[in-house]
C-alpha cells in the first residue's frame, strides 16, 4: 500500500485547509487510517483517526471541535479537514495506514503499517 498525501501550504489563522490522502490498492477499506503530525525535533504525535467503516472517528483534545476526518472508500482517500488552524498547528502532516489497530491503538504511531511523505501546513499569525 502506497500513501500519497497532499493538500498542506501556508493559510492565515483561522483559515481553513482540507488534507487528502489517497492510497493505492484495494484493501483501502479495510485499514484503519490516521493522521499525525510531527514538528522538527519533536515526537510525531496522532491529531485524528477514522476506522475503516468511518463510524468511528478519534481526535486529539487540541484539535476537537476544529478538525474533521472522514474517508471516502470508493476513491481509496482520507481527508483532513482542518477549521480555525492555528500558528500551533503548523507542522508536516502524515497520513498512515494500519490493518490490524484495535481502538486502544489509534493515537500509537507504531500501530500503523503504512505512511504518506508529509505535507506542510504553515498557519500565518
Known amino acids: 500500500v502506497q500513501l500519497q498525501a497532499c493538500g498542506g501550504g501556508l493559510v492565515q489563522a483561522g483559515g481553513s485547509l482540507r488534507l487528502s490522502c489517497a492510497a493505492s490498492?484495494?484493501?483501502?477499506?479495510?485499514?484503519?487510517m490516521g493522521w499525525f503530525r510531527q514538528a522538527p525535533g519533536k515526537e510525531r504525535e496522532f491529531v485524528a483517526g477514522?476506522?475503516?467503516?468511518?463510524?468511528?472517528?478519534y481526535y486529539r483534545d487540541s484539535v476537537k471541535g476544529r478538525f474533521t476526518v472522514s474517508r471516502d472508500n470508493a476513491k481509496n482517500t482520507v481527508y483532513l479537514q482542518m477549521n480555525s488552524l492555528k500558528p500551533e498547528d503548523t507542522t508536516v502532516y502524515y497520513c498512515?495506514?494500519?490493518?490490524?489497530?484495535?481502538?486502544?491503538?489509534?493515537?500509537?504511531?507504531?500501530?500503523?503499517?503504512?505512511w504518506g511523505q508529509g505535507t506542510l501546513v504553515t498557519v500565518s499569525s
Open positions: 490498492g484495494r484493501t483501502f477499506s479495510t485499514y484503519t
Open positions: 477514522i476506522k475503516r467503516g468511518g463510524g468511528s472517528t
Open positions: 498512515a495506514g494500519g490493518a490490524r489497530v484495535i481502538t486502544v491503538q489509534v493515537m500509537a504511531p507504531s500501530a500503523y503499517d503504512y
